[in-house]
């Protein structure tokens, strides 16, 4: 089965740099990866997406990145704000569980003044 | 434009009582999904529909049952509530092919005493 992982529990971030939050997933089939965000009390929420066919993707002030060679997707938070503490999480469809994700442990970012 | 709503937001049950969560999407989505989230673990699938008149078991359907009672409507039933049940439950929606993800509910806060 899909086994999707982050590395970090926490990370701390002083407001104005950028942030990174790592994913790591093992099964080969994986073909379309999604980071969501989820402020407390509330469901997760779309951030941005990459299919398997691509390597960086970006939107607004952030971008995706994919590894599949090493099998690592990652997020980048350009100019981290106040409004971007939550947690992250990472999910993973595969080719044979398509329309099904799996999500990551998720990543708590805090960011501090 | 609501999304994807979900009721009650919070409850209590005693060990051995029933209740259904409620969950309805106005994106005329054709498949919808019930998670649950627990410190530390993501989310894992409980349920799913791909489309209605059909459901399917996902990573963890003990002690669960569901109903997709039309497009736009997803039961999720817990027949004897146990304290293992304690968990914030979340239900989602997404397009068919799962492309962009799913658009969640701000989730069930559920507590088994």
């Known amino acids: 089965g899909e086994s999707v992982g982050l590395h970090l529990p926490t990370l701390s971030v002083q407001e104005g740099d950028n942030s990174i939050i790592n994913c790591a997933y093992s099964?080969?089939?994986?073909?379309?990866f999604i980071w969501y965000k989820q402020e407390s009390g509330k469901g997760p929420q779309f951030i941005i997406d990459?299919?398997?066919?691509?390597d960086k993707r970006q939107g607004q002030r952030v971008t995706v990145l994919l590894n599949k060679t090493v099998k690592h997707l990652s997020l980048q938070i350009a100019a981290t704000q106040p409004g971007d503490s939550a947690v992250y999480f990472c999910a993973v469809m595969t080719t044979d569980s398509w329309g099904k994700l799996q999500f990551g442990a998720g990543t708590q970012v805090v960011v501090t003044p | 434009n609501a999304g994807v709503t979900q009721t009650p937001k919070f409850q209590v049950l005693k060990t051995g009582q029933s209740m259904t969560l409620q969950c309805a999407q106005d994106m005329n989505h054709n498949s919808m999904y019930w998670y649950r989230q627990d410190p530390g673990m993501g989310l894992r699938l409980i349920y799913y529909s791909a489309s209605e008149g059909t459901t399917d078991k996902g990573e963890v359907p003990n002690g669960y049952n569901v109903s997709r009672l039309n497009k736009r409507e997803f039961s999720l039933r817990l027949e004897s509530a146990a304290p293992s049940q304690t968990s914030v439950y979340f239900c989602?929606?997404?397009?068919?092919?799962?492309?962009?993800?799913?658009?969640f509910g701000s989730g069930t806060r559920l507590t088994v005493v």
């Open positions: 989602a929606s997404s397009e068919a092919t799962g492309d962009y993800g799913y658009t």
């Open positions: 099964n080969s089939a994986s073909d379309y």
């Open positions: 990459i299919r398997s066919n691509m």
